[in-house]
């Protein structure tokens, strides 16, 4: 299993912008998926955006036409793009990755703090 390292969160304003990215130690050419969740606070954690190894991506309806997934084999790395950020969207954003397709999610990131002022 790999392991992830996010970084990139903050503190934004509402309507800003903020882009995490999700190292990981080893390759993820192969990894089936790479997917960010998040978990705001009194809340169960919520897939947030998918990146298939097939370059297939699966978005929140809650952020659709807002962020943008970007998996980017030869760095190791997935990026996760957050535009008009809302007050709703602070969270701890976890990076993920799911080898297979019927493998359960088997490397965790440690999460990254994004707050949204309003």
């Known amino acids: 299993q790999v392991q992830l390292v996010e970084s990139g969160g903050g503190l934004v304003q509402a309507g800003g912008s903020l882009r995490l990215s999700c190292q990981a130690s080893g390759s993820i050419f192969s990894i089936n998926a790479m997917v960010w969740f998040r978990q705001a606070p009194g809340k169960q954690r919520a897939l947030v955006a998918q990146?298939?190894?097939?370059?297939?991506?699966i978005y929140a309806d809650s952020v659709k036409g807002r962020f943008t997934i970007t998996r980017v084999n030869a760095e190791n790395t997935v990026y996760l793009l957050m535009n008009s950020l809302k007050p709703e969207g602070t969270a701890v954003y976890y990076c993920?990755?799911?080898?297979?397709?019927?493998?359960?999610?088997?490397?965790w990131g440690q999460g990254t703090q994004v707050t949204v002022s309003s």
């Open positions: 993920a990755a799911r080898q297979y397709a019927w493998s359960s999610f088997g490397s």
């Open positions: 990146a298939g190894s097939g370059g297939a991506t």
